[in-house]
């Protein structure tokens, strides 16, 4: 017992893009001394990649010399290639051209999930520090560490007595999954998916403590239409058995492949509704998942219109609604700027849906390049090509929709309960989900000057129909009251109607603290509406422009007054440094002009998504 036969792993040059290929990547940085790690902005010498940290266990590498990732080539020195045999690579170049996505993907990086997150986590005295992955991990060294390891989960012994195990189904880097049958108790003759972790590849309390986490997450979250049902964790000597829905559709990957490609938009936007809806449930509970590529979908049955789950929480972790995370984790092809720049919540997953999307709609990747770091520059750096076939022919609602998905700047970006509203997806057909976001935002209305209500409110009347949309649907799911009206209540009903365990640990509910100041006054949905927007969001809209305008001839009639540069600066927290610049933004008559009113709804500097601030 315990390993399950099955079929061979296609190689890297079979040419074609396997299960197998997953390219999850990973530091190795030994992550625990981070903070002497922190790359606080693209340096200019490396054509903008982030400043990353050198790494210590790394030889020098012909492609990736700079770059702390693994080597995507792990088979050989020299310079292997990604392509197969006979097809000579074209130079990595910053903004690629379409590359068919049938173009085989590397080989995997090696494996080697560091998280730094564990020592930044003050709440959790009790979580195993690390120290640094020593330089070569020599055998005796090894065999030290691994005796002080609790490789003991606590979760069921009797897997075998549960459980007929049979083929294997799937592989990755942390398991494989097998194909199994229940023997008895509610699981009786009924076919389930066991992925098997070997508790000898687990060399790390980290690596023990992200198998945990794993379980703990798909636990919590199991019961989502869109994200595959736990049955059960178990676990002997040697392996850890994850008990879940048997998927028999495959993955997405596989489908898009199968279709040569690419989905018509009708097809796509089925998968993506379904995408984001299960995203939007995570992000609520406080879980990122950090790693959403098409290999991580998988189809209940065969058949065309099966549902689609979300599967493989290995990189996945709870994140408190005010965190960043900075440990630099996922797959190259799906990874978000601000991931690279290593400060980053839950929008990181909305870029990957972007990237996604992307190959959804025209069958190529967004960002290419032949090397894991010509990858990230092209993140970090290039825009999308939406010029070349099949382009043209897609609708404008849905390249309005990639790109506001793939926006550099994070804060712009939409979250997945706003990309349910965008008139690419909306119909009637999908309900809208509770967005977390809003709870930020009232939160840091409700804790603003006056005089920036005042410039939220003028900005709330220019609003257009397609904003609104989202705005009203999140204020239904608080239950208004017969007056029309929410309080603090509303706010807090609303989420314990959505909350499953995870939220305990992501701490969702401590949002509720900071807006006590609705446990003593409501909110009708004009109010609602100043108070739920966010300027950098509207920013990236298409008619930014006019909105500003608008909203500032509201401003004008209620809201604009005389203000000094010295009541300015402490409105924005601005000492007198900013003197000069805030005069710019005062016109003859002592009022905001234009220019300021549109920079004081931004609130302090308007950066980039290079922007490390660390909450
Ligand atoms: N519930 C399931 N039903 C059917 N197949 C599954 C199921 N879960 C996983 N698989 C298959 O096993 C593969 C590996 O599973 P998973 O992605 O969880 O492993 P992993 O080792 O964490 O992978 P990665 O290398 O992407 O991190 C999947 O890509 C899929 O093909
Ligand atoms: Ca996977
Ligand atoms: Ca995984």
């Given at each position: ?13 079979s040419?074609?893009?396997t ?7 990973t ?20 054509n903008?990649?982030?400043?990353l ?15 702390p ?5 792990p ?6 290639s ?22 085989p ?41 691994q005796?002080?390891l609790?490789?003991?989960f ?21 398991g ?20 098997i ?23 919590a ?8 049902k736990f049955?059960?964790a178990c ?10 829905e048997?998927c ?47 290999e991580?979908?998988?189809?209940t ?25 900075n440990d ?16 980053y ?6 870029w ?12 190529s990747?967004p ?31 849905a ?7 793939l ?46 209500r ?7 009347k ?16 608080l239950?208004?009251?017969?007056d ?39 909110m ?31 401003f004008?009639?209620?809201?604009n ?12 927290n ?22 300021g ?19």
């Amino acid at each position: 017992m315990g390993q399950c036969y099955g079929k061979t792993i296609p190689t890297a040059d079979s040419g074609r893009p396997t299960t197998t290929t997953t390219t999850t990547i990973t530091t190795a940085v030994a992550d625990s001394s981070s903070s002497t790690h922190q790359s606080p902005a693209p340096s200019a010498a490396n054509n903008g990649a982030p400043n990353l940290p050198s790494v210590k266990n790394t030889p020098a590498r012909s492609s990736a010399a700079a770059s702390p990732w693994p080597s995507p080539y792990p088979h050989g020195g020299g310079a292997p290639s990604p392509l197969p045999v006979g097809v000579s690579p074209s130079p990595a170049r910053s903004t690629p051209g379409r590359r068919f996505f049938k173009r085989p993907f590397p080989p995997p990086s090696p494996a080697k999930h560091i998280k730094a997150s564990l020592a930044r986590r003050f709440g959790h005295p009790k979580t195993p520090r690390e120290g640094p992955i020593p330089e070569d991990g020599t055998a005796a060294a090894e065999g030290d560490r691994q005796q002080f390891l609790d490789k003991n989960f606590g979760y069921n012994k009797n897997f075998g007595a549960k459980f007929e195990l049979g083929k294997e189904v799937g592989r990755g880097h942390f398991g494989h999954t097998c194909y199994a049958r229940g023997k008895k108790g509610e699981l009786k003759d009924q076919p389930v998916a066991v992925k098997i972790i070997s508790k000898a590849k687990m060399t790390t309390a980290i690596s023990i403590e992200d198998v945990r986490r794993e379980v703990k997450i798909l636990k919590a979250l199991s019961g989502h239409r869109h994200l595959v049902k736990f049955y059960d964790a178990c676990e002997d000597s040697n392996h850890v058995y994850i008990v879940m829905e048997l998927c028999e559709g495959g993955e997405l990957l596989d489908r898009i492949l199968s279709r040569g490609g690419r989905y018509t938009e009708e097809d796509a936007k089925l998968i993506v509704v379904q995408i984001l809806s299960v995203v939007a449930f995570c992000h609520l509970q406080g879980v990122v998942h950090r790693d959403l590529k098409p290999e991580n979908f998988l189809f209940t049955s065969r058949s065309e219109d099966a549902d689609m789950k979300l599967i493989d929480f290995g990189l996945s972790d709870f994140i408190r609604p005010d965190e960043r995370l900075n440990d630099i984790v996922g797959s190259a092809y799906y990874v978000a700027p601000e991931v690279l720049h290593r400060s980053y919540s839950l929008e990181a997953d909305i870029w990957s849906i972007g990237v996604i999307t992307y190959i959804l709609l025209c069958g190529s990747r967004p960002f290419w390049a032949r090397t894991e770091s010509g990858i990230f520059r092209a993140v970090l750096r290039a825009d999308p090509n939406f010029e070349d076939l099949p382009w043209p022919s897609v609708s404008l609602e849905a390249k309005d929709f990639v790109k506001r998905l793939l926006n550099k700047d994070y804060r712009k970006r939409m979250t997945a309960a706003q990309a349910l509203t965008h008139p690419w997806l909306r119909s009637e057909s999908h309900p809208i989900p509770l967005d977390i976001l809003i709870y930020k935002l009232v939160k840091s209305y409700l804790h603003a000057t006056p005089f920036k209500r005042a410039a939220l409110k003028a900005l709330s009347k220019a609003l257009t129909e397609d904003e609104l949309v989202y705005l009203k649907a999140q204020f239904m799911l608080l239950e208004p009251n017969k007056d029309g009206r929410v309080s603090l209540e509303n706010f807090k009903m609303a989420l314990l109607r959505n909350a499953t365990d995870a939220m305990k640990e992501s701490r969702v509910p401590e949002a509720l603290n900071a807006m006590a100041p609705l446990a003593y006054r409501k909110m009708d949905f004009e109010e609602f509406c100043a108070a739920a927007i966010s300027t950098y969001q509207l920013e990236a809209l298409e008619g930014w422009e006019q909105i500003a305008s608008t909203a500032f001839d509201h401003f004008e009639l209620e809201g604009n007054r005389m203000i000094s540069v010295e009541e300015l600066a402490r409105e924005l927290n601005l000492g007198p440094t900013a003197h000069s610049i805030l005069r710019e933004w005062i016109r003859g008559d002592g009022k905001l002009s234009l220019l300021g009113f549109t920079k004081f709804l931004h609130g302090v500097t308007v950066r980039s998504s290079s922007n490390t601030r660390h909450h």
